[in-house]
T-cell receptor, first 113, second 116 residues
Framework: NAGVTQTPKFQVLKTGQSMTLQCAQD?????MYWYRQDPGMGLRLIYY???????DKGEVPNGYNVSRLNKREFSLRLESAAPSQTSVYFC????????????FGQGTRLTVV | AQSVTQLGSHVSVSEGALVLLRCNYS??????LFWYVQYPNQGLQLLLK??????LVKGINGFEAEFKKSETSFHLTKPSAHMSDAAEYFC??????????????FGAGTRLAVHP
């Protein structure tokens, strides 16, 4: 039972490079989320997808784009990485309705130099 | 907008001592509240959640939390700390969107250290 799987686990980018973070869930959840975690700030929502085919901005969407490829997969793209995007990124999914428990991936630790 | 405040970014206790991690929330409607734990280099794992049933909620690993509406608090406790409880703990409130889905608003987190 894999749950939420993120790749890669670690990445170092140079300023201006692009990359895509991949996320897949096998729990048949409708909703998927991308968060970033920075020291002393908790987790902040970047983008979310309430269902297949829809995406919406969260609190901190600037510099990011997302794609909900199908019900299982939700990717996060950095078009031109900046040092301010150095962070730990988490993908999560839940059942959308009511007080659903969100399940998190293991995280991607991204450093932009 | 809903928000969560966790008092104390770092808490240190002795093994066997009481653990108390504080969380206050703001919400204009009855909230759903959560505590998550994050062990080093791992994702977040649900400890417990409040969904308007019992005000005292029991979770995994001996943790519990009490919802107090008058104090807008949802503090996390454990009677006796274990070395394995050392981790970062996040309180979260669920903000409801139109369309029936939810977004988790997280506090800044509290790092718990347990010493012998």
């Amino acid at each position: 039972n894999a749950g939420v799987t993120q790749t890669p686990k670690f990445q170092v980018l140079k300023t201006g490079q692009s990359m895509t973070l991949q996320c897949a869930q096998d729990m048949n959840h409708n909703s998927m989320y991308w968060y970033r975690q920075d020291p002393g700030m908790g987790l902040r929502l970047i983008y979310y997808s309430a269902s297949e085919g829809t995406t919406d901005k969260g609190e901190v969407p600037n510099g990011y784009n997302v794609s909900r490829l199908n019900k299982r997969e939700f990717s996060l793209r950095l078009e031109s990485a900046a040092p301010s995007q150095t962070s730990v990124y988490f993908c999560a999914s839940d059942d959308r309705q009511g007080p659903a428990e969100a399940f998190f991936g293991q995280g991607t630790r991204l450093t932009v130099v | 907008a809903q928000s969560v405040t966790q008092l104390g970014s770092h808490v240190s206790v002795s093994e066997g001592a009481l653990v108390l991690l504080r969380c206050n929330y703001s919400s204009s409607v009855p909230p759903y509240l959560f505590w998550y734990v994050q062990y080093p280099n791992q994702g977040l794992q649900l400890l417990l959640k409040y969904t308007s049933a019992a005000t005292l909620v029991k979770g995994i690993n001996g943790f519990e939390a009490e919802f107090k509406k008058s104090e807008t608090s949802f503090h996390l406790t454990k009677p006796s700390a274990h070395m394995s409880d050392a981790a970062e703990y996040f309180c979260a409130v669920s903000e409801r969107f139109s369309g029936g889905y939810n977004k988790l608003i997280f506090g800044a987190g509290t790092r718990l250290a347990v010493h012998p």
